[in-house]
């Protein structure tokens, strides 16, 4: 039996990773390399697009990591990938972006089990498959799966402005993490008191990119433009995006508000403004950064943009396996699920493959429970929600512990013994 994964981007490679390890024969199709979507440039799969953190890498404090975690205990190509092309990110986990797409890539095409099919499919198939075409599913078979979904839902992403690193003026900015955790993973970029006021100012009133007229609408507030963001409080900022939080300068005063980089590849030649994703137009990124000390002659390798994200009515459409409903032989994985974030997107791939594989071999649906991430972010894409939105790894999803613990580290640290444990239980159930 041959199954068909459709896109090969975190979900999809994810997916047929997963089956074609286990002897399953996959044909894996993707546009690439012939065409790209609007947000793709790279010929490999796994590009990732709006940055290149993975966000929290420590299981203890972050939901996210935590959910690495587990991934890693089901053996996730994701992870393997992200470990062999890590750069230094202090308590993140970031990667060389190019370095990470090739590996995976390489990893897929050396499989025996696996066909890669440079084609696109236009319709939802009738036979075995996985479809995670992700956020910019090509517009003939989101038409085909809207015709089976009974509809569609749009949301919008934004990405943000890469800069070079020979270009900042180090007499303006500083290596070094919050708290002095992590090493010198970040390049601050402090702003006073007036510096920080004439930027949102500018942020502000700046000409922003003109949106389809299909885009107006709310957008994410997961990944939300700089923009936005400050237009809600000439104080918003410093609460967020350009917190001073945890940075001294030398004589061990706090700064107004600091706005940090973070390296985009493994040589350090290029760093993206954290927290900066933005709709803004292309010059006036360029005029309304530069105003950042730091930044005032700063060499922009990519400005970010904004894109069209899809994603079907999951709880109306999904069982909690990630099966279609009324035909489950068809399962849907990424963010057109309804799941938000590169990890929760290869995370919910590994669960469609693992639960793909055990329908094949004549398993019981085996499902991780709620006290683990990965059952809570199934539980959420297939619970009856009247106003279903994405969600990102958190441990507010997760079951609240049989005891009340206030502290807050103290609290999440037992949620995530309790979830790898649970998690190493449940692969012993898996065939």
């Not at 290149?52 to 991934?71: F, R, V």
């Not at 749009?154 to 020979?166: L, Q």
């Not at 004549?362 to 969600?391: C, R």
Request: charged share 25%; aromatic share 8%.
């Amino acid at each position: 039996m041959r199954i068909k994964v459709i896109g090969a981007g975190l979900a999809g490679a994810e997916a047929a990773y997963y089956l074609a390890e286990r002897g399953i024969e996959v044909d894996l199709y993707d546009i690439k390399p012939d065409e790209f979507t609007p947000a793709h440039s790279d010929k490999n799969f796994c590009e990732l697009v709006c940055s290149n953190s993975l966000k929290g890498n420590d299981p203890y404090t972050n939901a996210c990591g935590l959910l690495k975690e587990e991934m890693r205990v089901l053996g996730s190509l994701t992870m393997e990938a992200a470990a062999h092309t890590a750069v230094p990110a202090g308590g993140a986990l970031a990667v060389d972006r190019e370095s990470f797409a090739k590996y995976v890539t390489d990893k897929l095409a050396a499989n025996k089990n696996i066909n890669i099919i440079c084609k696109e499919i236009r319709e939802v198939p009738d036979e075995w498959s996985i479809i995670a075409t992700g956020p910019l599913t090509t517009d003939a078979l989101s038409e085909s799966i809207s015709n089976i979904c009974g509809g569609q839902l749009h949301f919008y992403d934004a990405s943000a402005p890469i800069v070079s690193r020979d270009s900042l003026d180090f007499d303006h900015c500083f290596f070094g993490d919050r708290y002095g955790k992590g090493g010198d993973d970040y390049v601050n970029c402090p702003l006073n008191k007036d510096e920080y006021d004439a930027f949102v100012r500018e942020l502000v009133s700046a000409e922003r990119a003109v949106l389809h007229e299909f885009e107006k609408r709310e957008i994410f507030e997961g990944c939300m433009p700089v923009e936005v963001m400050a237009a809600r409080g000439e104080q918003s900022l410093r609460f967020a995006n350009l917190k001073p939080v945890g940075l001294r300068d030398k004589d061990g005063n706090r700064f107004y508000a600091v706005l940090q980089l973070r390296k985009e590849n493994a040589e350090g030649t290029a760093y993206n403004l954290v927290g900066c994703q933005t709709n803004l137009k292309w010059g006036e990124q360029k005029r309304v950064f530069s105003m950042i000390p730091a930044l005032k002659n700063a060499d922009f390798l990519r400005y970010g943009v904004m894109h069209r994200n899809t994603f079907i009515d999951s709880p109306r459409c999904l069982n909690i396996d990630f099966s279609l409903k009324g035909n489950e032989s068809l399962f849907f994985a990424g963010q057109i699920t309804g799941v938000e974030g590169y990890v929760e997107s290869a995370a919910s791939g590994l669960l469609a493959a693992i639960n793909l594989y055990q329908k094949l071999q004549g398993g019981d649906l085996s499902v991780p429970d709620n006290t683990t991430v990965l059952g809570a972010l199934s539980a959420h894409i297939s619970a009856p929600n009247e106003n279903f939105q994405p969600m990102n790894a958190n441990f507010g999803i997760l079951k609240p512990l049989n005891e009340i613990v206030r502290d807050k580290k103290r609290r999440y640290a037992l949620l995530a013994e309790r979830a790898i444990e649970n998690i190493k239980v449940y692969k012993g159930t898996l065939l």
